[in-house]
């Protein structure tokens, strides 16, 4: 069985996304989340906030996992669209993390600045994956597999 890696950008991005995941998680567990339990917060929002934070764990797991696989596959028009759509969830992310914190407390940005520099460097990745040309993706051009 002949496994190869088609798209390097997309394995980047894949294990991007774990660590993202990996280091999410820690920090949550380590940092944020104990921090519910000091402050008087209650209980319904307390819930609400360890679930989102681990929607994005999880979000990051998954997106990973997706793009390690999509590396190794060779059907460019449907790898396209699972791309485009994971890209289109992350900007969207960003927006949110970004307006969210503009709007609350606009000095907060800076605090935002690493988050938004990975983001974008995640979605740097994936882009020129998708950009890749079809020589470079793995597969042959119709005249290059004719043969002379």
Same mark, same amino acid.
């Given at each position: 069985?002949?496994?190869?890696? +088609?798209?390097?950008?997309?394995?980047?991005? =894949? $294990?991007?996304?774990?660590?993202?995941a $990996?280091?999410?998680a820690?920090?949550?567990?380590?940092?944020?989340?104990?921090?519910?339990l000091?402050?008087?917060?209650?209980?319904d929002?307390?819930?609400? &906030?360890?679930?989102?934070?681990?929607?994005?764990? *999880? %979000?990051? #797991?998954?997106?990973?996992?997706? &793009?390690?696989?999509?590396s &190794?596959?060779? %059907?460019? @028009?449907?790898?396209?669209?699972?791309?485009?759509?994971i $890209?289109?969830?992350?900007?969207?992310?960003?927006?949110?993390? #970004? =307006?969210?914190?503009?709007?609350?407390?606009?000095?907060?940005?800076?605090?935002? #600045?690493?988050?938004?520099? *990975?983001?974008?460097?995640? $979605?740097?990745f994936?882009?020129?994956?998708?950009?890749? +040309? +079809? +020589? %470079?993706?793995? =597969?042959?051009?119709?005249? @290059?597999?004719?043969?002379?």
């Amino acid at each position: 069985m002949d496994v190869k890696i +088609k798209n390097y950008y997309y394995l980047i991005a =894949g $294990v991007l996304a774990i660590l993202f995941a $990996v280091t999410h998680a820690w920090n949550g567990q380590s940092a944020v989340l104990p921090m519910l339990l000091v402050n008087d917060i209650a209980m319904d929002t307390r819930i609400v &906030f360890r679930y989102v934070w681990h929607i994005i764990t *999880a %979000e990051n #797991l998954i997106f990973g996992i997706v &793009f390690i696989i999509l590396s &190794f596959q060779s %059907e460019r @028009s449907k790898i396209r669209s699972a791309a485009w759509i994971i $890209v289109s969830l992350l900007l969207v992310r960003l927006i949110v993390i #970004l =307006g969210v914190t503009a709007y609350y407390d606009v000095s907060a940005l800076t605090d935002t #600045l690493i988050d938004s520099i *990975a983001i974008l460097i995640y $979605v740097a990745f994936i882009i020129l994956g998708i950009r890749m +040309k +079809k +020589k %470079e993706f793995g =597969g042959q051009s119709a005249q @290059s597999s004719r043969k002379v």
